[in-house]
């Protein structure tokens, strides 16, 4: 499960600021997780609650995470719907071939955290 791996960096991440700003306990991690990221928001609830019972100084029991999903959408290069990809090469529904730039569903990314 990569997923492990992923929570891994972005905890290095949260704990490398909070100490940074002084904040010696992250009550909530607020993360944006896009359709077409290859992260399960399941998957990373599982790892943060493994990461959560494991003695790192800046989280407890009560620590949260809250994942915010990101859709995907793309638009046609030549005609420019708008449309929900299934997958990263997005195949347009109007003209048949993957001429889709994705616009969004790719993030994965911290947005913010909140501690004292
Ligand atoms: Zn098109």
Redesign the pocket.
Known sequence: MHEMALMGDILNLVGTDARKNNIKKVKKVNLIVGDLSNALPDALELAFDVYKRQNIDFLDIHSELIIQKEAAKAV?T????EYIPEQKIAV?P??HIP?GKLISGETFKVDSYEGD
């Open positions: 046609c030549i005609c420019g719907t347009c109007m003209c001429t």
